[in-house]
């Protein structure tokens, strides 16, 4: 799977020091080094870095910041987290690519999967669409993990600029040391001049995340979810899930043994086909964390046993125990034909006989992808469902 996101290999040079990043399309910045992240390192000459042994990249991407502070001194230790497994996967490529022994990588919300508490360094090039309560947490909650005279770099688009200087300015015993623009990026150094006891306050358990209660019905069932910001769909239904609840509708009313849900998004399918077919097991599979934690929170609201839902954070597939009976999967249409039909072919290998895969997307990816089907020699289109320019088809094995 790695192979079908890489889009090309990147050359960066900082100081004396020359990396080498693999790219994927799907990640931010994969036509260059962005210049957001180009200035927050050329700001760092005004820190002490021979003193930052532990460093921390909240965001990592596919690992400009947190690897190149890593070239920079072997010696130092680098802890680098993103909440999509893409970004995270990629960054351990480059990692190995240039030689890098001395760094963590793993996925995280925010520092919610951060253990050490003791970094000298905390560094984010902070998402501009990552909504203003995550934003103001990222820079709050930095506290608890550094040292008692560790700082904070963090790079901004100019927009972002008067919500950062209103966060840090409401915060006590902080300490701005540095405020420097560019015409379309601010970079802000800052440290904590008091120690505290506070205890870290995770982000998603906080419900930082939370949109509102949403109401859905699906059959006759009517159940809610809760949304999170940064997914879709957390006001009204899609089409895709329409027709995927379509498809739903048509398999027999009988329980399954294992469903698999990859890109569950807010989880609406997934409860659905919880509370309609009484999955015994039920695999999560999606490289946001976010989609991941909401979806299993929904579930469990809606009264599946924790016990039965399995989440996994990653590109690719799971080795399954068992063969999955249903497997529901929303494409995601920047991906397109290709890594889709990739897909396709590792989950025919893990389903059961006799089950079936429900796909949903755009209509033109649907009938690239059900091209592609016919021809392998692994699965066959049963029924498709079309709406205003979206369709939903159901695969069985040959």
Known sequence: MQDTYFKKTLTFKHDDKTLQ????????????????????????????????????????????????????????????VDRDALAVDFAQQNATFNNLQNVQIYGSLGY??????????????????AGEAVIAHLIREARPFLSPTGHVAIVVVTPLVPLVEKVLAEMPDTAVTLQESTANHTVFHYHFTAPTNDEPQPAFASGLFWREQMDVSYKKLNFGVQTAVGLPEFDTLGYTTRLLFNLLNDLPNQPIEHLL?????????????????????ITLVDRDLLALKTTSYNLEQNGCPPERIHSHHQIGLPSLTTPATLILHPLRDSEGPK????????????????????IAANSHLISQVEQQVKKNKLLKPHKRKKRKGFSALSIRPK
């Open 21 to 80: 990043f693999r790219v994927a399309q799907e990640l931010f910045s994969s036509y260059e080094i962005d210049a957001g992240t180009r200035f927050l390192l050329r700001t760092l000459s005004e820190l002490s870095l021979e003193n930052a042994h532990r460093v921390l990249d909240v965001g990592c991407g596919y690992g400009p910041l947190g690897l190149t502070l890593a070239k920079l001194d072997k010696r130092r230790t680098v802890h680098l």
């Open 112 to 129: 919610d999967a951060v253990s050490r508490q003791d970094f000298d360094l905390i560094v984010s090039n902070i998402p501009g669409k």
């Open 261 to 281: 849900v990859v890109n569950p998004g807010q989880g609406h399918t997934a409860v659905a086909a919880w509370l309609s077919l009484n999955p015994q097991q």
């Open 339 to 358: 890594l889709a039909t990739a897909r396709l072919n590792l989950l025919a290998k893990q389903l059961a006989s006799g089950g079936t895969v429900l």
